[in-house]
């Protein structure tokens, strides 16, 4: 490469940096077959690099979506980088006031739900062990032990579950009390630039679709997460304040678990209903407040508020996903993020659904022209 | 001191600034300095090389093209596959705007003639914009409608002088 006319010196110090060149490929290339031959060690890195950092982040995310327009309205005063300090301290006076309401009770209520679970799930499965014992006396090749000792299992678990990983759930609570609050800011302040240079990667060709797909899509999301967690606190407030007519202990927690298990379709809020009927049914014994914490949760928060008031008008069409798929997702979730993959993983497959569908609705409302050419040619 | 911190905190030449340019535009002339500042974190600055399509006919359009440097050539293709040059467009020339507004299918194809930088406005940015800022979206949309009306009132004269001059070629098209 070097031409012969170069000085000695200029040639030497060229081949000097020609060797250290080389030595640096050659270990750049060396490291990176390494990486790349132990694609599995890889994966894993990136696995658990990622897995402390993924619900902060979705977390965050579903923040910044929520605190968007409240943002937005303000930002014509303050600013962006304003309104969303005064965003953050509104919210945060309204958190502060929620837990100075809230401590007082959490730790009564705690104590006391420390003490009640056993009972209530001992009273689970006497009544599970009752009806089995119904089932073998009227069916009596069906083998029931099997089925006894796992809920036993299981019930014991839970018990132990709540009150062991309390105290490790509060240290990582502490954790996302710290990140998210961060993230949530970062992605709103910058979001939109985020996304700009994301797409500022496309080639040119494809560059124009894609900024105009991606803000159709991120539209259509932000309404169904905003729609999704709107429609959740609204269905634990009804489930708060029809349980709050009968003596029931435990209103909060339930109402927070109804409105959680309500972000699952179909099966969510069946599943929400479960402790506040076993609570009732403990407790109170099957009577007129039994019957009444029933309908609260069945006729009036699912059915009338949800049903026929929420669904209609937050939740757009393009969200709806069939009960096939929405059993598939719970499943998928259950199996790579336990509990809460089981939550998010509807709203996530709904997302995918929702992509698609706009991907489609797009290239559908640009085809007329193309099937014009067609007939032309 | 200055030494090491003049270099980070050296103001950009007033000229080569992205809002300079967009001001000498003829779209943007009349915006005023905070507008076009805004308007410069809203637009993309896209690199084209030499002969590069930029859009096809029949491509869904979402917005128009200034031209920063370089050339470009709208055209037309025939059935048959022959072109046709509509138009030849040069620095601070823009195109495009029709679908700016309104989604529509593009209804000629550009390419570029050399390399090219072009900076594109787009409907999403200016509906996003009109959310946050709607004074800022309203005086950047308000440029665009004199110039685009400007251009319709020409055509419409050009359109109403050809009939003068050429009856008999808009005889047939009215029935």
């Known amino acids: 490469m070097t031409p012969p006319s170069l000085p000695l010196s200029r040639q030497r110090n060229s081949r000097a940096q020609a060797a250290l060149l080389f030595t640096a490929l050659t270990a750049g290339i060396a490291t990176g077959l390494a990486i790349y031959s132990s694609a599995a060690v890889f994966i894993d890195l990136v696995q658990t690099a990622t897995a402390v950092l993924f619900l902060p982040l979705l977390l965050s995310l579903v923040l910044a979506f929520l605190l968007d327009p409240p943002v937005t309205l303000l930002e014509r005063r303050f600013g962006r980088s304003g309104a969303i300090f005064v965003v953050y301290l509104l919210v945060a006076i309204g958190v502060l006031l929620f837990f100075s309401w809230l401590i007082p009770h959490w730790q009564t209520a705690w104590t006391s739900l420390q003490a009640d679970l056993p009972r209530y799930t001992a009273r689970l499965t006497a009544f599970l062990r009752e009806l089995l014992d119904q089932v073998q006396a009227e069916l009596p090749f069906v083998d029931t032990h099997d089925l006894m000792i796992r809920v036993r299992a299981l019930s014991d678990d839970l018990v132990r579950g709540v009150i062991i990983s309390t105290p490790k759930s509060a240290l990582r609570f502490g954790g996302l009390l710290l990140m998210v609050p961060l993230f949530t800011f970062f992605f709103l302040r910058d979001g939109g630039r985020i996304l700009r240079s994301c797409i500022s990667l496309a080639p040119n060709r494809t560059f124009e679709m894609m900024h105009d797909l991606t803000n159709l899509i991120t539209t259509q999301l932000a309404h169904f997460i905003r729609g999704r967690i709107i429609e959740a606190t609204i269905v634990g407030l009804v489930v708060y304040i029809g349980l709050s007519f009968t003596d029931i202990r435990y209103t909060g927690f339930l109402a927070v678990f109804a409105g959680i298990t309500n972000l699952v379709p179909y099966i969510g809020p069946l599943i929400g209903m479960v402790p506040g009927v076993l609570i009732a049914l403990v407790d109170l014994g099957i009577g007129g407040e039994f019957w009444w914490i029933i309908i609260t949760y069945f006729f009036i928060a699912q059915v009338i508020v949800d049903n026929f008031i929420l669904i209609p008008i937050l939740i757009s069409r393009y969200s709806n996903l069939h009960p096939l798929w929405v059993i598939i997702a719970i499943i998928i979730g259950g199996k790579l993020y336990g509990i809460l993959g089981m939550i998010i993983g509807v709203p996530i497959a709904s997302t995918v659904k929702i992509v698609l569908s706009e991907i489609r609705q797009y290239r559908r409302s640009f085809s007329l022209i193309d099937g014009n050419i067609d007939l032309d040619s | ?175």
């Open chain 2, 1 to 175: 001191m200055n030494i090491l911190w003049g270099n980070i905190f050296r103001k950009r030449l007033e000229e080569e600034s992205l809002a300079y340019f967009l001001g000498g535009a003829p779209v943007f002339a009349e915006l005023g300095k905070r507008s076009r500042i805004q308007l410069e974190s809203l637009v993309h600055v896209r690199t084209y090389k030499a002969n590069e399509t930029i859009f096809e006919t029949g491509d869904p359009g979402s917005g128009m093209y200034v031209i920063r440097s370089g050339s470009v050539q709208v055209f037309e293709r025939s059935a048959s596959g022959v072109e046709r040059e509509i138009a030849r467009l040069g620095p601070q020339d823009f195109f495009g705007e029709s679908t700016l507004v309104v989604p529509a299918k593009r209804t000629a194809s550009a390419r570029t003639l050399e390399p090219t930088v072009l900076i594109g406005l787009f409907r999403a940015d200016i509906t996003d914009l009109a959310k946050r800022r709607p004074g800022a979206a309203y005086r950047i949309l308000l440029c665009i409608a004199k110039v685009v009306s400007e251009r319709l009132h020409v055509a419409d004269n050009e359109l109403l002088r050809l009939r003068q001059s050429h009856p008999e070629c808009f005889e047939d098209t009215r029935s």
